[in-house]
């Protein structure tokens, strides 16, 4: 391993050690959840074809980065700042080592290895990566290693989860929550999408309702939004701005009465914080 091979490793210390209460400290900054967490890329781009996705778009080819070098640069930053937690951080994380003959798994318990107080957060965890290998991730909860899971489930009715191309069921994302809760395991959260393209409003509460039972800690709501140049904009029946707004609403109040933490674009919460991100940068 050389100094130039880990130093093309992005890491990024944490900023605190809880988000929520830096906030309540300082009023004017604002920390997101990230921040309480060591940073850590570990791939680049996305093999999957979401039908919505216009990131992928611009996404470089997929590319996981050496797990040594991975590991160098990573234990280093924890020695240097004295902080263990750590983001994981891709733009489809768990599909890390798939082409260099490696997994996310291996990374992580290599990391171990290295450093035995590193607890990781798995962000944009796709549901499907965890569903084909939930024995070992089941292994690394138990083992105390796994601090936060973002599992973006996007729907939870087949119908619409076909036409997204996610690549998984209902009944599979099912399993892998009521494992989640066999295992008491509670820090996880998601993102739905709301109205997308022939959504009805029952197939959009087959999600809710797969939410209120779950329940993730946080609920982030996005209303469809078409790209020019992605497949679901030829889809046919798109939803009425107005139709997805109100299964938006109507949502975000039953999670908030449920006692799940929820933000839809346009919600109070985000234009709150988009009013000091605004302020701060004016300052
Ligand atoms: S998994 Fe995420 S990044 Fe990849 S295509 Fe789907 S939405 Fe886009």
Excluded: W
């Excluded at 921040?35 to 074809?49: H, I, K, S, T, Y």
């Excluded at 778009?57 to 937690?85: C, I, Q, W």
């Excluded at 197939?203 to 992605?230: A, I, Y």
């Excluded at 006692?259 to 991100?277: A, K, M, Q, T």
Aim: with cysteine.
């Amino acid at each position: 391993m050389t100094l130039a091979m880990a130093e093309s490793i992005y890491t990024k210390a944490a900023l605190c050690v809880d988000a929520a209460e830096f906030r309540r400290e300082n009023p004017d900054a604002d920390a997101i959840f990230h921040d309480q967490f060591l940073q850590l890329m570990v791939a680049e781009g996305c093999p999957f074809n979401c039908t919505y996705c216009s990131e992928r778009l611009a996404f470089p080819n997929f590319r996981s980065f050496p797990e040594a070098d991975l590991v160098a640069a990573a234990t280093a930053k924890m020695r240097e700042t004295g902080h263990y937690n750590m983001v994981m951080i891709a733009d489809c994380l768990g599909e890390y080592g798939k082409d260099i003959g490696s997994s996310l798994v291996k990374l992580v318990r290599r990391l171990a290895d290295a450093e035995p107080r590193v607890k990781v957060a798995l962000s944009n965890f796709h549901p499907v990566n965890l569903y084909t290998e939930l024995e070992t991730y089941s292994a690394l909860i138990r083992e105390g290693r796994i601090r936060h899971m973002n599992l973006p489930i996007q729907s939870a009715n087949d119908r619409v989860l076909r036409l997204m191309a996610r690549q998984y069921t209902a009944a599979q994302l099912e399993h892998c929550f009521n494992r989640l809760k066999e295992l008491n395991f509670t820090e996880f959260d998601t993102h739905v999408i709301v109205g997308f393209p022939g959504e009805t409003d029952e197939e959009f509460e087959d999600t809710v309702r797969f939410l209120l039972k779950h329940r993730p800690n946080h609920v982030l709501l996005s209303q469809f939004m078409g790209c020019e140049d992605t497949p679901a904009m030829r889809l046919p029946n798109h939803v009425d701005a107005a139709v997805a707004e109100r299964r938006a609403h109507s949502a975000e109040a039953r999670f908030r009465d449920a006692g799940i933490l929820c933000n839809s674009e346009g919600s109070e919460f985000i234009r709150e914080r988009l009013r000091r991100l605004n302020q701060a940068q004016t300052r």
